[in-house]
């Protein structure tokens, strides 16, 4: 059996993968078996921050697996509190809880906003208010928490206490709160899966202050825009406002699975023993990969990726065959007037990957990309949108 057979018989059916199999790569390069190069604008998902073959990533991964892959939350460990230290310093948040992928990191701030709820209110106080439109996870309660009723279907029942509001509409999450015990709001900033759509900068403001006023805590969904993506560190930064928890993953990590779930000043005692756990969280090999990754996500970097953003915002607004092109940074979503996935198709065939999102084609470059394979790249897309 080739592996597509192999691939077709063995794992089950959750995906529909792109007829391509990648075997390696060299930053924002990669290539399938049979030797095909292609500029990769999507990244494994928004994972591989630095592109593939990092070598400052790879020595930092490599350096720890010399030491001790892993050690259990039972003992105490450099890396993953040296990582916590530098999120903390780089953000103002107060504590981390660890994890291994984006849906716990969100399941972690969703016993912490019923924690909140409970010790500010009283146990009944536990309603959550996410946003139509939204992603945050695979798992029951974080799909429950997923204001898309299409991630709903087969398995009911959801997770009880979650009331979805119409994202740039603060009347519609004003009636919520009066309409349910509410203890939390919890947000994208950029919708990703949702179409990668981001959120009115007035809009988000008044949310803070809703939630100041009614005692609920903010909480920020940043698995998909954080880690420098949308050319800040944290999206938040650019929004003016300050979460009382902050979730994080993917390009987090670089490449190795790593969930974080950041807490502030009202949310950072929470926790107590026992309140939450994980096996692997924090796991040294992944926690010294994710210091690498967040080290280097500096100034210089976050102006470059506020650049490239605003050369494919230019190159591919009012383009033939665009629609419109939305996000924030290097996540970007272009409408086209084919279907997305025939310009997925024809940029494949001419060495270009991007991914899909909802209706649009997404493109979520490494942070790094070479400005020629970046302006190669979007050559490529314009022809396909044609
Ligand atoms: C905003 C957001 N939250 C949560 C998740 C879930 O992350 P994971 O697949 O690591 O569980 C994703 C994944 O796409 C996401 O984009």
């Given at each position: 059996m080739n592996i597509f057979e192999l691939d077709n018989e063995y794992i089950a059916h959750t995906y529909a993968r792109f007829p391509l199999q990648l075997v390696s790569g060299n930053g924002s390069l990669v290539y399938d078996q049979q030797g095909k190069e292609y500029i990769d604008l999507g990244t494994g998902i928004a994972v591989n921050a630095f592109g593939v073959n990092d070598e400052p990533w790879k020595r930092a991964v490599t350096a720890q697996l010399d030491k001790i892959q892993h050690t259990s939350n039972l003992y105490y460990s450099e890396p993953c509190a040296k990582l916590a230290q530098m999120l903390c310093t780089r953000t103002g948040m107060k504590k981390v809880?660890?994890?291994?992928?984006?849906?716990?990191?969100?399941?972690?701030?969703?016993?912490?906003?019923?924690?909140?709820?409970?010790?500010?209110?009283?146990?009944?106080?536990?309603?959550?208010?996410?946003?139509?439109?939204?992603?945050?996870?695979?798992?029951?309660?974080t799909l429950?928490?997923?204001?898309?009723?299409?991630?709903?279907?087969?398995?009911?029942?959801?997770?009880?206490?979650?009331?979805?509001?119409t994202p740039n509409d603060i009347q519609d999450a004003e009636r919520l709160v009066k309409e349910h015990k509410c203890s939390a709001i919890f947000i994208e900033l950029v919708q990703g899966e949702g179409g990668v759509t981001a959120l009115d900068k007035g809009y988000v403001k008044a949310l803070e202050d809703l939630a100041r006023k009614e005692d609920l805590l903010l909480m920020v969904d940043e698995v998909q825009t954080g880690n420098g993506r949308t050319g800040t560190l944290y999206a938040y930064m650019d929004y003016g406002i300050t979460p009382d928890v902050v979730t994080t993953a993917k390009g987090l990590g670089g490449g190795l699975p790593i969930g974080a779930t950041m807490l502030g000043e009202r949310a950072e005692n929470l926790f107590t023993?026992?309140?939450?756990?994980?096996?692997?969280?924090?796991?040294?090999?992944?926690?010294?990969?994710?210091?690498?990754?967040?080290?280097?996500?500096?100034?210089?970097?976050?102006?470059?990726?506020?650049?490239?953003?605003?050369?494919?915002?230019?190159?591919?607004?009012?383009?033939?065959?665009?629609?419109?092109?939305?996000?924030?940074?290097?996540?970007?979503?272009?409408?086209?007037?084919?279907?997305?996935?025939?310009?997925?198709?024809?940029?494949?065939?001419?060495g270009v990957l991007v991914i899909k999102a909802k209706n649009k084609v997404r493109l979520l470059p490494a942070l790094n990309i070479p400005w020629e394979l970046l302006q190669k790249a979007i050559k490529t897309i314009k022809e396909a949108c044609q």
């Open positions: 809880f660890f994890s291994n992928s984006g849906a716990e990191a969100n399941e972690c701030a969703i016993k912490a906003g019923r924690k909140y709820g409970e010790v500010k209110k009283g146990k009944e106080y536990y309603t959550i208010i996410t946003l139509k439109n939204s992603f945050h996870g695979r798992t029951i309660t429950s928490a997923t204001g898309q009723d299409v991630f709903h279907e087969h398995f009911t029942p959801m997770t009880d206490g979650f009331v979805f509001a023993a026992g309140l939450n756990g994980s096996t692997f969280g924090g796991n040294p090999v992944c926690a010294s990969g994710a210091l690498s990754i967040i080290e280097r996500i500096d100034e210089n970097l976050l102006a470059e990726v506020r650049k490239k953003s605003e050369y494919i915002f230019t190159e591919l607004t009012g383009a033939k065959g665009v629609k419109s092109v939305s996000g924030k940074g290097l996540m970007i979503g272009v409408e086209c007037e084919k279907d997305a996935n025939e310009v997925i198709a024809t940029c494949r065939e001419q």
